[in-house]
């Protein structure tokens, strides 16, 4: 087991990283958020918007929100690229790096600046939610900003994107089913289409972990689990719509009674990644990196142990109302 700083190992994964870079599409031949919207300029562009609307018509309240929250938390992209730029063994220095990691970073930003873009201008043309409200939230959470607690440290930055990429992909694909129940397919697709973003940039940032647990085992095991303890904070734990109220919690709420994103689907990233990692399989840990093993190896079981009361606690919470629909409930 090779024993190095987390410096030196970062900078040492320079032609890894650059291997990697395959995960991010050239841009011609990327989707674009026009691709999936009506063409404005199109003779035909009122009946293609009459069209979106007729479909998003049988959007439910809960399906809105979730739909919103999911923006929300797109649009407040700023945040995650200055995350990255603040872990400096990662970080892209000028602005315009051409090492490996930089062309990441900002590969990465690229693709995921589209993602909020259209499904901002879909809930603009449906109708169907206050905009000015979701627009409030977006200016809150980008002011707010995003703390993901990981101290700034290079590996346990790279568990959390991990990590979170996965989920969103969760997020999205199920917020996309969601809208096909109720019956707008083409929202399904747009929110399947995210989600293929989210799988890509997840085996990434995936390889990139696996390559620093196969370096420098013990102090990325212990990284693993320190994010673990305290539990992964959401990207957009801190949006707000201008009330005292926890918007997240109630949004958190909806997304876990519709089946958009449970405790289930947390246990199940954490099952995924450490068998994804082979977390029970690494061998010679002694000490804190052998007791951070252990826990990682039964922390899936642990939550899905509790997912049925929760589900049953959650099921007795009222329905709350959202700026985002009017301030009808969900």
Request: charged fraction near 25%; aromatic fraction near 10%.
């Amino acid at each position: 087991m090779i024993k190095s700083d987390a410096d030196e190992v970062l900078q040492n994964m320079d032609d890894f990283v650059r291997q990697q870079l395959v995960f991010l599409k050239p841009v011609a031949d990327s989707w674009q958020p026009q691709d999936l919207l009506p063409d404005m300029t199109s003779a035909d562009w009122r009946d293609n918007v009459h069209a979106l609307r007729d479909r998003s018509a049988g959007m439910s309240d809960e399906a809105l929100v979730v739909l919103v929250g999911n923006l929300v938390t797109e649009e407040a992209l700023p945040s995650y690229q200055t995350w990255l730029n603040r872990v400096k063994e990662i970080s892209d220095q000028t602005g315009a790096d051409d090492t490996p990691w930089a062309l990441w970073t900002r590969g990465w930003t690229a693709e995921e600046n589209r993602h909020g873009d259209v499904l901002n201008k879909y809930l603009y043309l449906s109708g169907r939610v206050d905009m000015r409200a979701v627009e409030i939230t977006i200016q809150h959470l980008i002011r707010n900003g995003f703390d993901l607690k990981s101290d700034n440290d290079p590996y346990k930055s790279l568990v959390y994107a991990s990590f979170q990429e996965r989920a969103t992909k969760i997020s999205h694909a199920n917020t996309g089913k969601l809208a096909e129940k109720c019956g707008d397919v083409v929202l399904g697709r747009i929110c399947a289409t995210i989600a293929g973003d989210e799988a890509r940039h997840e085996e990434a940032y995936k390889r990139f972990f696996g390559e620093v647990l196969r370096v420098d085992a013990a102090r990325a095991v212990i990284a693993f689990a320190f994010m673990m303890r305290q539990k992964i904070a959401m990207p957009a734990r801190l949006m707000s719509d201008g009330t005292d109220r926890d918007i997240f919690a109630q949004f958190a709420v909806v997304a876990q009674k519709s089946g958009v994103y449970t405790t289930r689907d947390y246990a199940a990233v954490i099952e995924h990644l450490v068998d994804q990692w082979k977390i029970g399989l690494i061998k010679g840990l002694t000490g804190e990196a052998a007791a951070a093993q252990d826990y990682l190896c039964g922390l899936s079981e642990h939550y899905l142990s509790k997912a049925d009361r929760i589900e049953e606690v959650l099921a007795q919470f009222p329905q709350e109302p959202f700026r985002w629909i009017f301030d009808r409930s969900a």
